[in-house]
Nanobody, 127 residues
Framework: QVQLVESGGGLVQAGGSLRLSCAAS????????MGWFRQAPGKEREFVAA????????KYADSVKGRFTISRDNAKNTMYLQMNSLKPEDTAVYYC????????????????????WGQGTQVTVSS
């Protein structure tokens, strides 16, 4: 059974930074494509960033490109999202997701592409 646990959220002023972590249990992390999504109040969940199983390729939503960086450490079964130059519109619950164990070099932007989800971590950016 795979479990994903996000951490690192919190309250930050506009222009500040946060680093989110997603710790995965089980043996499938190192062979799995991963992604970050977010859901703001009253809005649908949206894609933020994705990373291939080796970490060699990444993809970002236009709204975060140049400000956020996705990375992973397969030895630690952990994925990260470094968020810089945060804006109030980045306020949301952030979720990590796993497309389990396919050794996929692809990058996935749709919720249905993912098999497992964390419970989310709140990020609030004040103006």
């Amino acid at each position: 059974q795979v479990q994903l646990v996000e951490s690192g959220g919190g309250l930050v002023q506009a222009g500040g930074s946060l680093r989110l972590s997603c710790a995965a249990s089980g043996r499938t992390f190192s062979s799995s494509a991963m992604g970050w999504f977010r859901q703001a109040p009253g809005k649908e969940r949206e894609f933020v960033a994705a990373i291939s199983w080796r970490g060699g390729t990444t993809k970002y939503a236009d709204s975060v490109k140049g400000r956020f960086t996705i990375s992973r450490d397969n030895a630690k079964n952990t994925m990260y999202l470094q968020m810089n130059s945060l804006k109030p519109e980045d306020t949301a619950v952030y979720y990590c997701a796993m497309r389990a164990g396919r050794y996929s070099g692809g990058l996935y932007v749709t919720e249905s592409d993912y098999d497992y989800w964390g419970q989310g971590t709140q990020v609030t950016v004040s103006s």
